[in-house]
Nanobody, 120 residues
Framework: QVYLEESEGGSVQEGGSLRLSCAAS?????MAWFRQVPGKEREGVAA???????TYSDSVKGRFTISKDTEKRILYLEMNNLKPEDTSLYYC?????????????????WGQGTQVTVSS
């Protein structure tokens, strides 16, 4: 079982930027970032595979960038041009089982989540 720990999130004004990181306790391969607001399902935001190919949800494409330092076992999410609707609890995920890389059920390991708040 791999353990994941996200960095502290933060609060920014609309149009601002934040970078999240996620440290893994062991080797990880395909990883992803998800987010969730109360009362809604967890939404896949971005994923990266072992070949560093990336997948993004339409809501963040062109604004967010996922990357990974395989040697250091750290996953990153660079978030630019943030909008109030990006406000959410963000989770990193690992242990991809195959299939849709932005589907919550396809991952077996999760971080504890970190809050990102964007004010208008």
């Amino acid at each position: 079982q791999v353990y994941l720990e996200e960095s502290e999130g933060g609060s920014v004004q609309e149009g601002g930027s934040l970078r999240l990181s996620c440290a893994a306790s062991g080797s990880v391969y395909s990883m992803a970032w998800f987010r969730q607001v109360p009362g809604k399902e967890r939404e896949g935001v971005a994923a990266i595979d072992t070949g560093l190919r990336t997948t993004y949800s339409d809501s963040v494409k062109g604004r967010f960038t996922i990357s990974k330092d395989t040697e250091k076992r750290i996953l990153y999410l660079e978030m630019n041009n943030l909008k109030p609707e990006d406000t959410s609890l963000y989770y990193c995920a690992a242990g991809w089982r195959g299939g849709d890389r932005l589907q919550e059920s396809q991952y077996s390991a999760w971080g504890q989540g970190t809050q990102v708040t964007v004010s208008s």
